[in-house]
């Protein structure tokens, strides 16, 4: 799946939500997070990202690799 990570904080854009074509990328306090398991990998939200947050999980940056599993456990959590 793609994951949104730390750029996103604070910004909360929001042009990938209109973009994603199955409405799996949701609001959190800070920042947004795209759901795993809903996720079809089709990259459309990448693109769009103004602060580009969003990639591929295997192709996050090792600094931000803790949002990989971020963006799993926030959807674990609710
Ligand atoms: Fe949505 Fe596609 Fe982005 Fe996954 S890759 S979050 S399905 S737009």
Same mark, same amino acid.
């Given at each position: 799946?793609?994951?949104?990570?730390? &750029?996103?904080?604070?910004?909360?854009?929001?042009? !990938?939500?209109?973009? *994603? @074509? #199955?409405?799996? /990328?949701?609001?959190?306090? $800070?920042?947004?997070?795209?759901? &795993?398991?809903?996720?079809?990998?089709?990259?459309? !939200?990448?693109?769009? *990202? @103004? #602060?580009?947050? /969003?990639?591929?999980?295997? $192709?996050?940056?090792?600094?931000?690799?803790?949002?990989?599993?971020?963006?799993?456990?926030?959807?674990?959590?609710?």
């Amino acid at each position: 799946p793609y994951v949104i990570a730390s &750029p996103c904080i604070d910004v909360m854009d929001k042009s !990938c939500t209109e973009e *994603c @074509p #199955v409405d799996c /990328i949701y609001e959190g306090e $800070r920042k947004l997070y795209i759901n &795993p398991k809903e996720c079809i990998d089709c990259g459309a !939200c990448e693109p769009v *990202c @103004p #602060v580009e947050a /969003i990639s591929q999980d295997r $192709r996050v940056p090792a600094d931000d690799h803790a949002f990989v599993e971020d963006n799993r456990s926030f959807f674990v959590a609710v």
